[in-house]
């Protein structure tokens, strides 16, 4: 009881700028390194990404509101060009970084709703379909991405699955998705905390459980995984042959599956409806190749973006704290 009135209260506290301060969205979470720690940095930001049907219109009443919170050249220019930079040059997320509120510094992203649902099903961009692999809170739904993220879970652990050894711990398994969406990741070489999926997993390991146990005990039961421990330590031992690899494969998205197809297909000759691997290395080496070009791709893009949104100064004290964090954990 007491458990679950603390979390509602953590709720209504994050889901206060929503209430106060935002025009309405379609769908927001929340998520971070702050949410990990029951007592956070003051200078720590709270992330949230926001959902909207239509972030024209959206930014144009935002700017009314909140002028501040967006720097001045793209005030000047106004949603038109906040809208275009994000889908031209970003990712389709237009970011407002250290926006000041009440005793809270937030950043907030804008979606449009329709390209968080494509890529949440597709991996078309690997941006938000990779956030959403990991634990968030969710404080506003009006499209059901909760239900519609299932299926993004259960590509994330088919892959992490093709990628993982014979046997591995649960900890492995989850360290695996969590890595996923860092995979070629250029923020990772220098500007990244080096233990940072580490705190991810280890900070939020019950969330994980909640979010993938039942995936698990889906794969168990089709005999996919098999399941023993060890003292506390649960360890998988999962089922490499040919026809579970190309199981788990076929789970894949479109757009993964065809990095496969596109060595073997002639130009003119039609696509065969399901892509057969010979093995699971083949398969692994595929889902790596082809997760590390949309990382390598989308956070290059969305790094741009901010900068050309945030201005010089901006970006670098971002930036300078992010290196801050890499360096310290480095040197630890």
């Not at 907030?108 to 078309?124: C, I, N, P, S």
Request: proline share 4%.
């Amino acid at each position: 009881m007491h458990a679950a009135a603390v979390e509602e209260g953590r709720a209504a506290e994050l889901a206060a700028p929503l209430r106060d301060l935002l025009p309405p969205v379609d769908f927001c979470c929340a998520y971070g390194s702050t949410l990990l720690h029951a007592c956070p940095d003051r200078t720590s930001m709270v992330d949230y990404i926001l959902g909207v049907a239509d972030p024209l219109q959206w930014h144009s009443e935002n700017l009314e509101r909140n002028p501040a919170h967006y720097s001045r050249w793209m005030g000047r220019f106004g949603s038109g060009a906040i809208t275009g930079l994000a889908d031209r040059v970003g990712v389709g997320v237009y970011f407002n970084p250290f926006v000041e509120w009440r005793d809270k510094r937030i950043k907030y992203g804008v979606v449009r709703m329709k390209d968080l649902a494509m890529d949440v099903l597709t991996w078309d961009r690997f941006y938000l379909s990779g956030r959403l692999q990991k634990p968030v809170h969710i404080l506003v739904d009006n499209w059901d991405i909760r239900k519609l993220n299932t299926i993004n879970l259960e590509m994330a652990t088919s892959a992490s699955l093709l990628l993982l050894p014979e046997e591995f711990t649960e900890y492995d398994l989850y360290a695996q998705i969590c890595s996923l969406s860092y995979m070629g990741d250029l923020r990772m070489l220098f500007a990244e905390d080096k233990d940072k999926v580490k705190k991810i997993v280890e900070g939020s390991f019950q969330s994980f459980q909640s979010m993938y146990r039942p995936l698990l005990q889906e794969y168990i039961a089709e005999g996919l995984l098999k399941r023993s421990s060890h003292g506390q330590q649960k360890t998988f031992h999962q089922d490499c042959s040919p026809s579970t690899t190309n199981e788990l494969f076929s789970v894949l998205p479109w757009t993964i599956q065809r990095q496969m197809q596109g060595r073997y297909v002639f130009p003119g000759k039609e696509m065969p409806t399901r892509t057969v691997v010979s093995s699971k290395d083949m398969a692994a080496n595929c889902v790596r190749r082809a997760l590390r070009h949309r990382v390598m791709v989308s956070s290059a893009r969305q790094a741009i973006c901010g900068l050309l949104a945030s201005g010089g100064a901006v970006a670098a004290q971002y930036l300078g704290k992010k290196m801050a964090k890499a360096w310290q954990s480095r040197a630890a």
